[in-house]
């Protein structure tokens, strides 16, 4: 399995919520709707859920073993990582600009 793509679809800076995320596999399934999540200690990838009859979220999708969960969390923080390093230097760039 190949990730051939990470989209981060949104960013958000309010709340815990911090993005939401698209992810391509081998070119041909794309799971959308994953979520970057700020916890206690640390950012987290949570996969795509929907809350059962008992009220419980469910992943709808996810990775089996710990080595293909380790792929998807670390591409996705990765991805966006770069997403906030070209967002802070846009705003940069723009208030340079303004100054100028």
Avoid: C, W
């Amino acid at each position: 399995m190949e990730i051939t793509d990470v989209k981060v679809r949104k960013i958000m800076s309010e709340g815990r919520l911090r993005a939401v995320v698209s992810v391509t596999i081998d070119d041909m399934l794309a799971v959308h709707d994953i979520k970057v999540v700020q916890g206690d200690e640390r950012l987290f990838v949570a996969m795509p859920s929907r809350k059962d009859e008992n009220g419980v979220f469910r992943d709808i999708v996810h990775p089996i073993s710990p080595s293909a969960r380790k792929l998807f969390e670390e591409s996705i923080l990765d991805a966006y990582e770069r997403q906030l390093a070209i967002l802070e230097t846009e705003e940069t760039e723009q208030e340079e600009a303004e100054e100028a």
